[in-house]
């Protein structure tokens, strides 16, 4: 079945203790945008997203992934179906060139099958040129072609997390949930970053699910932007009319310089 909502969250609240984190919110993700999560701190959006991401089970709720509800699925089963999740930490094998980083991501492939590799060599080797053809077009696309057999671990921090977004595109993703993908990024480097995911959402067609601290990097790449309050959906809209809404911006952002720098 296809909708046109990549991810739907329908009425989910999680209490840790006594504190009501996430408090009956419902909010979606329509396929094909890059929406954004924003919110003070401690308003819940961490939560939310742990629970769309399978690393929370919601207390109750539902969490509609592709129109197949995915409550209390496990990360690495949404893996398999198409949620992939990135950022929150670099996890490149740095003793791997950057080309096998890539090459890794599909998994289960016939060659890690020993049995395979004795009885079905022709299958194993054509695999394996695929998955190879596919790294080296990601590795392209994102002008990585140069540090290619460069082992990842010797790559520049804003290379890593270039390899860190190539890495969805090893996968059939129905969407990506991008984690913080500002912190510790210098200016430039995160132009790159941000150039990239726009072209990956435009030209390639990625639905992008970004939590995300830095107002201008929301701004540029987000529509819609999702406004959280105290485990509540207060807002949606384009970033433009999220700013320029003064109960907004005054009552959950401190300042309005803030929100505008
Ligand atoms: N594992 C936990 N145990 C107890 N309380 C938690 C836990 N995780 C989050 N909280 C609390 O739930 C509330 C929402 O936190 P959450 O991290 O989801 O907010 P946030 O919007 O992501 O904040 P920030 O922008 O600061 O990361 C906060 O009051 C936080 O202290």
Redesign the pocket.
């Known amino acids: 079945m296809t909708t046109d909502l990549v991810i739907d969250v329908r009425n989910v609240t999680?209490r840790?203790?006594g504190?009501?984190?996430?408090n009956d919110c419902s909010l979606s993700v329509r396929r094909g945008s890059i929406t954004g999560l924003i919110?003070?701190?401690?308003?819940?959006?961490?939560?939310?997203?742990?629970m769309v991401a399978g690393n929370?089970v919601p207390d109750s709720g539902q969490v509609i992934f592709d129109g197949a509800d995915v409550t209390g699925m496990k990360p690495y089963q949404l893996f398999r179906i198409g949620m992939l999740r990135t950022f929150q930490i670099a996890h490149e094998f740095s003793q791997m060139t950057a080309l096998e980083n890539l090459m890794m991501v599909p998994g289960d492939q016939p060659g890690e099958h020993l049995l395979d590799t004795w009885f079905r060599p022709g299958l194993v080797k054509s695999r394996e040129t695929a998955v190879r053809k596919k790294a080296l077009d990601v590795v392209d696309f994102l002008k990585l072609g140069h540090v290619r057999n460069e082992l990842a671990g010797n790559l520049s921090g804003g290379q890593k997390k270039l390899l860190e977004l190539g890495r969805t595109m090893m996968v059939d993703a129905k969407v990506v949930l991008l984690d913080e993908v500002a912190a510790g990024v210098n200016k430039s480097l995160l132009n790159d970053l941000a150039s990239n995911i726009e072209r990956m959402n435009r030209e390639l067609g990625y639905t992008f699910f970004v939590?995300e601290?830095d107002m201008d990097l929301i701004g540029r790449l987000c529509d819609p932007v999702i406004v959280?309050a105290q485990?509540e959906k207060i807002a949606e809209g384009p970033m433009a009319e999220i700013r320029a809404n003064p109960q907004i911006v005054e009552a959950y952002f401190g300042s309005p310089a803030e929100v505008v720098s």
């Open positions: 999680k840790f203790g504190l009501l984190a996430v919110g003070p701190n401690g308003a819940g959006k961490s939560t939310l997203f742990n929370i939590i601290h959280m485990g």
